[in-house]
């Protein structure tokens, strides 16, 4: 029971952890670009190009066990946020960071921002991965709390939230750290929701396996 128990604090742990993180990081994010913040900046996204792909692997862990067209459509939208949104990183940040960085080794001049191009670029990409990210989820949640009941509409409420607040604000110091915050809430109580009663209903399951109907005496335990 305790193993039990542990596993699914665990779990909840597990989904939590990537928000956390973001929130942290986000604490540390840059207003703006400039010579001063490149180094930073840099090394920043390059952290990022890893930590932001597991808001799209929760999506994926959280339906586990979920078959059908929706719960794939859901894990398609997931997939593509991490791919369209890693790109924003890529170039808007790890691009430009090092672009000014270089100019900056160099002697040379640049624009504050780097390549004015990599933010649209990137920009462009980050469009595609929120919406796709808050598409995956809203499918997702539906799902879940039809399979698990009223007690994941908190979780699936924040997380829709989390989603629709996260389109525009990035990490950026107030909003997106909120975003992410409220995203991790989401993920925790949603999980919790899930894990919660498992154990329950996996020995409810066990008992009607150990059990079989004999037209002769009823009900008998079944040994083999």
């Not at 699914?8 to 540390?28: D, Q």
């Not at 100019?103 to 504050?112: I, K």
């Amino acid at each position: 029971m305790r193993n039990a128990t542990l596993r699914r604090y665990a779990s909840v742990a597990a989904v939590v952890a990537g928000p956390l993180l973001l929130a942290a990081l986000g604490v540390t994010h840059p207003q703006d670009l400039t010579e001063e913040t490149a180094s930073w900046w840099h090394e920043l996204h390059t952290i990022l190009v890893v930590v932001f792909p597991l808001l799209g692997l929760n999506l994926w862990w959280l339906l586990r066990g979920l078959e059908g067209v929706t719960a794939w459509l859901s894990r398609v939208a997931g997939f593509l946020y991490i791919v369209f949104y890693g790109a924003l990183d890529v170039l808007a940040g790890v691009g430009t960071g090092a672009t000014v960085e270089a100019a900056r080794r160099e002697g040379r001049e640049t624009l504050d921002d780097g390549n004015p191009l990599l933010f649209d670029e990137g920009n462009a990409f980050a469009d595609v991965g929120v919406w796709a990210l808050l598409i995956g989820w809203a499918i997702a949640v539906i799902l879940i709390v039809r399979r698990v009941g009223r007690s994941a509409l908190p979780g699936a409420l924040l997380l829709v939230l989390g989603c629709v607040l996260f389109l525009d604000s990035h990490i950026y110091w107030p909003e997106g750290v909120l975003a992410v915050l409220v995203l991790g809430a989401g993920f925790g109580l949603l999980e919790w929701a899930r894990v919660r009663d498992a154990p329950l209903a996996d020995r409810a399951g066990s008992q009607a396996g150990e059990e079989r109907v004999d037209p002769q005496r009823g009900t008998a335990p079944l040994h083999g």
